[in-house]
């Protein structure tokens, strides 16, 4: 079993060039790029894989844990655990990359990234991460690329029991059991509880010892029924409640965050055709209170949101060189506040995308028709084509285009909105070599983005408003996988220069990054070792800091008891360096932490 670990911690960057005459290759498979399941061979852009046993391994204590790590991805974070977060895929604001939940686009907040604290780790089995623009495939979020986050589901029965501890007087524990009621009926329940006591994610002279905590609460549930082997139907509640303790304007305050999500959906599958209906609605209120020396609170700003979306996909299988699908997207929006009334927005597409093999040839299409309420019509397409040169290189290229409207904070917040928000349009051009050799798997990509009204705060109002031009994301990325020694090794190199359309860089973003895990196993323990290094960048529009860079490394440990049980440890950053990605928000000093789990 350990050594399936070891195996498996390679896949984020293995799957990136593989010998397509690999008997095994089929096997790999992702739901992510185009909407349907395909063979990672077979998609036109770089793709990362981290399952179960790379979380179980690394010990990630959180989703940002695992993106920090992911190529081309900068985190900022506000501090610890539950505080707002940020991610920067290719240099792109937070809010041009799509983030999914078992294909469902999460909810997002104030910060254009959604709440990553709603998903405990213990319910992800796998994550999907593709690089590049799918914006006519899954509309106006997927600019810069699209993270695909899989719960977990099993063939058979199982019911498996985590409990951990650590630094900040930080407590885990979480529940995931899969049951059989029938041949054709499962049933899958998670619960999930944590909570921290934190330190101080803001210090200041008037918050001397302050704490700021986090607890958390999170409950799902799946029912699936198998009408035959080619028709299937499912329904999906969850539920998740955070409270997170953070310091603002010289006040404590609480942020109080309660979500209910519902999914189901019709699936229908044989040998030709795909088809799948999906229905979701998702309701969040979020109220920031005050917290005064008595520790009573008061509510300030209650804030809600709803979403509800409809997806309809059909993919017709004409050969086994050939394909096509045509779908449907619906969603409707809403964001509510006091001082704001109800705003609502609503979006309706039709897309369509083809692919098909000539030879060593492999050539992909997509367009998109969105009529927005606020925005009207927009078309988007996307273009890929793959050359497999010989069975150990091919060449990969892709271009497409983007539209994306301004949220509903964006446009009609009370402090910060601006009614007067044009949709930003964006080009995106990447090409990209893979190559699977004896000793060493390697990948280099480049890519180049052209965004047209970029839409950013505006330091001398405090409001979001539109930069008037173009701004500039491109870079590059080096990746390769190796054996050294009995140590399997990953690593990636990273160059981005962004410019908005003022000739300011963009905020948080590093020019250069590099990222290297190695792991090996030693009896019946599996050891994990990460680096991470984030060169300086500029910390926000209003201010002239810059964030000095940083190398930080990880160590953690898995000792499998018997094979029902494993004992597991980390040390997060093992030599203490101070360092924040966000300035005034010191991240953790070096933290300690344990977990077992128990699989019957």
Do not use: C
């Amino acid at each position: 079993m350990s050594k399936k670990l070891l195996a498996t911690a390679l896949l984020p960057f293995a799957v990136l060039a593989q010998d397509p005459s690999a008997t095994n290759n089929k096997e790999v498979t992702v739901v992510t790029a185009n909407r349907v399941e395909q063979a990672v061979s077979d998609v036109l852009a770089p793709v990362s894989i981290i399952t179960r046993d790379d979380i179980e391994l690394t010990q990630a204590r959180s989703l940002t844990d695992v993106f920090r790590m992911l190529p081309g991805v900068d985190v900022a974070v506000n501090g610890g655990s539950g505080q707002v977060a940020s991610i920067f895929i290719r240099g792109a604001n937070s809010n041009q990359a799509l983030i999914l939940i078992d294909g469902v686009a999460m909810l997002t907040a104030n910060t254009g990234s959604p709440d990553f604290n709603q998903i405990p780790m213990s319910s992800i089995e796998r994550i999907e991460f593709i690089r590049g623009p799918r914006a006519a495939v899954y509309g106006s979020e997927a600019i810069a690329g699209v993270i695909n986050i899989i719960t977990q589901s099993s063939a058979e029965p199982i019911t498996t029991l985590s409990v951990g501890f650590g630094s900040d007087a930080s407590y885990k524990s979480s529940l995931y059991s899969q049951l059989n009621l029938t041949d054709k009926t499962k049933l899958k329940v998670t619960a999930a509880y944590e909570t921290t006591d934190g330190y101080n994610v803001h210090p200041s002279p008037a918050n001397k010892g302050d704490k700021h905590g986090f607890e958390s609460q999170n409950y799902a549930a799946m029912l699936k029924h198998q009408f035959s082997d080619s028709l299937s139907f499912f329904i999906q509640p969850r539920y998740y409640q955070n409270i997170v303790g953070y310091y603002s304007f010289g006040t404590n305050k609480e942020a109080w965050i309660e979500n209910i999500a519902f999914d189901g959906g019709v699936t229908y599958s044989d040998e030709t055709v795909y088809s799948a209906l999906k229905l979701t609605t998702t309701f969040e209120d979020k109220y920031d209170y005050l917290v005064s020396a008595a520790n009573k609170r008061y509510s300030t700003s209650p804030a809600v949101r709803e979403q509800k979306t409809a997806n309809w996909l059909n993919q017709y299988k004409f050969s086994d060189t050939y394909t096509a699908a045509l779908g449907l997207d619906w969603k409707d929006e809403s964001y509510q506040k006091p001082g704001l009334g109800k705003q609502e927005k609503s979006n309706k597409a039709l897309f369509t995308t083809m692919s098909k093999n000539i030879s060593v040839i492999t050539l992909e299409g997509s367009a998109r028709i969105d009529d927005n309420s606020q925005f009207g019509s927009h078309t988007t397409w996307g273009l890929a084509a793959g050359w497999q040169l010989n069975p150990k290189w091919k060449i990969i290229a892709s271009s497409g285009t983007s539209f994306k409207a301004p949220s509903l904070y964006q446009s009609f917040d009370v402090n910060y909105g601006n009614s007067e928000l044009k949709p930003e349009e964006s080009i995106s051009y990447d090409v990209g070599l893979e190559s699977n050799l004896e000793l060493v798997t390697w990948s280099v990509n480049a890519y180049y983005r052209d965004v047209k009204d970029l839409i950013d705060s505006d330091p001398a109002t405090w409001k979001f408003a539109n930069l008037d031009g173009h701004s500039i994301m491109k870079g590059a990325e080096l990746e390769a996988s190796f054996d050294l020694f009995t140590i399997r090794n990953q690593a990636s190199l990273e160059y981005l220069d962004t410019k908005d359309a003022n000739g300011n860089e963009l905020s948080r973003r590093a020019k250069y990054k590099a990222k290297w895990q190695g792991t090996i196993t030693t009896g019946n323990v599996d050891w994990a070792l990460q680096y991470l290094y984030q060169g300086k960048r500029d910390n926000s529009g209003y201010d002239d800091i810059i964030l000095s860079g940083y190398s930080l490394w990880n160590l953690s440990a898995v000792y499998y008891v018997i094979p029902e049980l494993k004992l597991a440890a980390k040390v997060e950053n093992l030599f203490d360096k101070e360092y924040e990605t966000a300035a005034g928000y010191p991240a953790p000093e070096r933290g300690y932490y344990i977990n077992a789990t128990y699989e019957f």
